[in-house]
């Protein structure tokens, strides 16, 4: 299937099963993205056009409720771990990776991006750092140090995705709440490269 007819498809039924106000934050990540591509020189067809259909998909389920949630995740197969038995909002992302590979045989780029886009994930690619990156900096966005790692992801991608990972954790452990094994993971291994 063409891409466009993929995104296209994505779109429609984004807007059928979100918020308004979740679709107008896709919206945004979609325009915070293209400012990082025209920033960083990405001209590679494929990989934005991956890119869109990611940010498309990311949150496509994010406004069910628990009990979608969970059926949803029970049809797809995915297990749920102790932190997204108690929160299954964590599994909006995993689920919607899994509609886009299944109905779209979105690539493994893509799917990952998707998959892992709440909690990071260490096998991430340009894909899945601009989905990050875009999902926590787009303009809607609103905390304190906001511009500054916007500043950082448009001097440096890997930068600002550390950035990016690392105020994850911070804002966990500021309101309480669990951190994925993914994610600290993926802070020590971005740390750890900094460090050399
Ligand atoms: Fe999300
Ligand atoms: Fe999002």
Do not use: C, W
């Not at 590679?44 to 949630?69: C, F, M, P, V, W």
């Not at 930068?159 to 993971?185: C, S």
């Amino acid at each position: 299937m063409n891409n466009n007819i993929i995104k296209k498809e994505i779109e429609e039924k984004l807007i059928k099963q979100v918020k308004e106000t979740r679709y107008k934050h896709v919206k945004s990540v979609q325009s915070f993205a293209n400012e990082l591509i025209k920033s960083h020189k990405i001209r590679n067809q494929n990989i934005i056009e991956n890119i869109e259909i990611a940010i498309l998909s990311h949150d496509l389920y994010r406004d069910l409720s628990k009990e979608q949630l969970l059926n949803l995740a029970d049809k797809y197969g995915i297990i749920p771990n102790e932190i997204e038995q108690t929160s299954p909002i964590l599994l909006h992302g995993k689920i919607a990776a899994e509609y886009i590979r299944k109905k779209y045989n979105a690539n493994q780029s893509t799917y990952r991006a998707v998959y892992f886009h709440t909690g990071g994930n260490v096998n991430l690619d340009i894909i899945g750092k601009i989905l990050i990156i875009s999902d926590n900096l787009e303009r809607k966005r609103d905390f304190k140090n906001v511009s500054s790692l916007r500043e950082v992801s448009f001097k440096n991608l890997e930068e600002g995705f550390y950035e990016v990972i690392k105020n994850k954790m911070k804002y966990a452990l500021i309101k309480n709440l669990p951190i994925l094994k993914e994610t600290y993971i993926l802070y020590n291994k971005l740390r750890g490269e900094k460090d050399v």
